[in-house]
């Protein structure tokens, strides 16, 4: 897992959290178990390590009983305003085991007038240890008493198959080697990479979708160098070819990955894609 709520992690340790986050998501689900990740990596005792079972919090938090997490789904069609009282009274006192005592709403828009009335206080006078994430399907069905109160935050998952295993399978190996071939330029030759932008991708793909894959394929490059770096993971698996990444440290690859995140978001929205490379190239060589 690396996306924007990776930097909750950081947020919470720099005391920068806000007390409330509205999430919108295109899988709630996908995004629930990243926050619940997040979570983990905040009150993990140990440093946490991928899937950590061996410490008691992270075990608490996989079966759902940590006492100072509470996850709310609606009952039935709507999210009701006894729930949230119920939310009250579980968190009237200190938490126990962690810091903070922290509810995750699920399908936030399911709210009722009534159920986010109840939650006012909540979200207006929070105690210094509550700590609250909604997440939506549609951030425009929220109810604004909601939606007004908090820091808004949009994560997209792409729905294919893409992952750090499958990204040189036939499918994807076309694209894989011309992102193995993009790095490369960028990393050890230091090329321009503008003009490599018009000859290897512009003229040879003409898809949004494409730079989707292209660039996604990249972070998980990058992600799995940064895992690395950061001791979760024992080897770049199975792709020698990028053992050069290892040498950065984990600030220098967090740079990128954010450039490449943010240059994925961007490809949703932003109709010219000449531009947005530019711009991505232009920026990464000020990092790198
Ligand atoms: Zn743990």
Redesign the pocket.
């Given at each position: 897992m690396f996306n924007k709520l990776n930097d909750l992690v950081n947020y919470y340790h720099e005391n920068k959290l806000s007390h409330a986050y509205l999430i919108e998501t295109n899988n709630i689900n996908n995004c629930f178990s990243d926050l619940r990740v997040v979570v983990?990596r905040i009150?993990?005792?140990?440093t946490?390590?991928e899937n950590?079972?061996?410490?008691?919090?992270?075990?608490l938090?996989n079966q759902n009983y940590l006492p100072s997490l509470k996850i709310i789904e609606p009952d039935g069609s709507s999210i009701k305003k006894e729930q949230i009282l119920e939310l009250k009274r579980a968190f009237s006192s200190v938490p126990i085991y962690t810091k903070n005592n922290i509810y995750i709403i699920k399908n936030a828009e399911k709210m009722t007038e009534s159920s986010a009335n109840t939650m006012l206080k909540f979200l207006e006078e929070p105690e210094d240890n509550l700590l609250g994430f909604f997440i939506t399907n549609n951030i425009n069905n929220v109810i604004n008493t909601v939606k007004s109160r908090c820091e808004i935050i949009k994560l997209y998952y792409d729905d294919n198959d893409l992952n750090f295993k499958t990204l040189n399978s036939e499918k994807y190996i076309n694209y894989f080697n011309i992102v193995s071939n993009y790095i490369y330029k960028l990393e050890i030759e230091k090329k321009n990479l503008i003009m490599y932008n018009k000859s290897e991708l512009l003229n040879n793909f003409s898809e949004r979708e494409d730079y989707k894959i292209l660039f996604k394929i990249m972070l998980l490059i990058y992600e799995e160098a940064l895992n690395y770096t950061l001791g979760l993971k024992n080897n770049i698996s199975s792709y020698d070819q990028f053992n050069y990444l290892t040498k950065f440290d984990s600030k220098m690859l967090i740079k990128r990955i954010k450039l490449i995140t943010q240059l994925l978001d961007d490809i949703n929205y932003n109709v010219n894609l000449e531009l947005l490379l530019d711009k991505f190239v232009i920026e990464l060589s000020e990092v790198i």
């Amino acid at each position: 897992m690396f996306n924007k709520l990776n930097d909750l992690v950081n947020y919470y340790h720099e005391n920068k959290l806000s007390h409330a986050y509205l999430i919108e998501t295109n899988n709630i689900n996908n995004c629930f178990s990243d926050l619940r990740v997040v979570v983990q990596r905040i009150f993990c005792p140990n440093t946490y390590k991928e899937n950590c079972n061996e410490c008691n919090i992270c075990n608490l938090i996989n079966q759902n009983y940590l006492p100072s997490l509470k996850i709310i789904e609606p009952d039935g069609s709507s999210i009701k305003k006894e729930q949230i009282l119920e939310l009250k009274r579980a968190f009237s006192s200190v938490p126990i085991y962690t810091k903070n005592n922290i509810y995750i709403i699920k399908n936030a828009e399911k709210m009722t007038e009534s159920s986010a009335n109840t939650m006012l206080k909540f979200l207006e006078e929070p105690e210094d240890n509550l700590l609250g994430f909604f997440i939506t399907n549609n951030i425009n069905n929220v109810i604004n008493t909601v939606k007004s109160r908090c820091e808004i935050i949009k994560l997209y998952y792409d729905d294919n198959d893409l992952n750090f295993k499958t990204l040189n399978s036939e499918k994807y190996i076309n694209y894989f080697n011309i992102v193995s071939n993009y790095i490369y330029k960028l990393e050890i030759e230091k090329k321009n990479l503008i003009m490599y932008n018009k000859s290897e991708l512009l003229n040879n793909f003409s898809e949004r979708e494409d730079y989707k894959i292209l660039f996604k394929i990249m972070l998980l490059i990058y992600e799995e160098a940064l895992n690395y770096t950061l001791g979760l993971k024992n080897n770049i698996s199975s792709y020698d070819q990028f053992n050069y990444l290892t040498k950065f440290d984990s600030k220098m690859l967090i740079k990128r990955i954010k450039l490449i995140t943010q240059l994925l978001d961007d490809i949703n929205y932003n109709v010219n894609l000449e531009l947005l490379l530019d711009k991505f190239v232009i920026e990464l060589s000020e990092v790198i």
